[in-house]
């Protein structure tokens, strides 16, 4: 049972992501869930937004 459990998880992210939500990711953690992106294109989560976000105000307004 466990070696297939291993083979699964092998093939389960072996086919590539090019659409939906497996295939973006936080730039600054690589996480995939609350990214900031279709609005601002930040490709970030809320929770790095909060830790940048004084860096990312800095950088639009100069």
């Known amino acids: 049972s466990r070696e297939s459990n291993m083979h699964h998880q092998q093939l389960y992210w072996s086919h590539p992501r ?3 939500q497996g295939s973006r990711s ?19 989560c809320r929770q790095c937004f909060r830790q940048y976000a004084k ?3 800095s950088l639009s307004w100069t």
């Open 18 to 20: 090019k659409f939906s």
């Open 26 to 44: 936080c730039r600054a953690c690589s996480n995939r869930h609350g990214l900031i992106r279709k609005k601002y294109g930040l490709n970030m």
């Open 55 to 57: 860096d990312v105000a």
